[in-house]
């Protein structure tokens, strides 16, 4: 099959910025990509790097595609590209051969429908704000915090804080994008461990800790995020909760057949995607609440501008772009 194969760059400011242990976002950068069939099909999909270096990967590795593509050739191709770029086109292809067929609307923007991101700057002010704003609609939250940014004994103040202030309807997630060693991680694993408003520590250690991490998961569910990004092979090992990107990992399609089949501990998350890859998002989302595991994705839905670049209608974005 021949295709058309068309790119489109984009750039959005964040409404606030997010920060991690070991970067701050504040815009993002990514291209649209647009496949065409010679039996007039289409599919989208979306180039979303997270760091410098491997936007400068994508920017040149997707300028070796050309324009008029066999379908077999351009699989071949992109086997050694960046996994960005490989999700993109996986992506694309699965639309055109009909292995995703996407909804009008996926009512994920009801704030108890996703987690809510804190602003790591002011986490206890902005949970008394969210608890005052959002105490009357009577259904439970899960809030996200990153932690690892400031001293331990400081962050261990506001996790006491957090904890005393939570009622049964907050569900916490705590993320150090693989920061702590194993002393910290522990006693932090220590102090949750009989909490039932957590839901999960995630990425507790360094990616290449797999021991430390089987360990911790032993005390508390651990959630593996950066580590499966390293080690896709871990997707089928680990045996805790995953946090599932599926930007960038080479094949969404993988992940949509793991849903589908109801395979439990996975949790669906944002990488700062336009309404293009918030499709996938949206539609794997809905598959894991419908699983043996549901838990609201984790969609920083709270963190977008308010632009065409988030419609959900592929077209209109590709169109205005």
């Known amino acids: 099959m021949k295709l058309i194969f068309k790119k489109k760059s984009y750039s ?34 979306e180039v979303s790097p997270l760091q410098e270096q491997d936007f400068k990967k994508c920017a040149k590795q997707l300028n070796m595609i050309p324009e008029n593509v066999e379908v077999f050739n351009l699989s071949e191709q992109i086997n050694i590209f960046h996994p960005c770029i490989q999700s993109a086109i996986n992506s694309a292809l699965a639309e055109i051969n009909g292995k995703i067929i996407f909804k009008e609307n996926y009512y994920f923007d009801e704030i108890d429908k996703t987690a809510i991101l804190l602003n790591s700057e002011n986490v206890i002010s902005e949970l008394n704000e969210i608890k005052k704003t959002r105490s009357n609609i009577g259904k439970s939250l899960t809030i996200k915090w990153k932690v690892a940014l400031k001293n331990n004994n400081e962050e261990e103040a506001n996790l006491e804080e957090i904890l005393s202030q939570i009622g049964n309807n907050i569900k916490l997630r705590i993320d150090a994008n693989g920061s702590w ?25 360094c990616v ?105 209608e592929a077209q209109k974005i590709w169109d205005q772009l």
């Open 208 to 312: 290449d800790d797999i021991e430390g991490l089987k360990e911790l998961n032993k005390k508390i569910p651990i959630a593996l995020d950066e580590s499966l990004l390293k080690f896709p092979n871990l997707i089928d090992e680990w045996k805790g909760w995953q946090i599932r990107r599926p930007s960038q990992e080479n094949n969404p399609v993988k992940l949509l057949r793991e849903l589908e089949n109801k395979k439990a501990l996975i949790s669906i998350s944002s990488s700062f995607e336009t309404g293009i890859g918030k499709r996938w998002l949206y539609h794997l989302s809905s598959l894991q609440l419908q699983g043996p595991t549901p838990k609201v994705p984790g969609l920083a839905m709270n963190k977008f501008p308010n632009s065409f670049l988030f419609l959900n």
């Open 12 to 45: 959005f400011k964040l409404s606030t910025k997010v920060e991690n242990s070991k970067t701050t976002y504040l815009t993002k950068l990514g291209w649209i990509i647009k496949l065409s069939s010679n039996d007039k099909k289409i599919g989208f999909g």
């Open 181 to 205: 060693g194993r002393k910290i991680a522990n006693r932090w694993a220590d102090i949750l461990k009989d909490n039932k408003n957590i839901d999960w520590l995630e990425q507790p250690l």
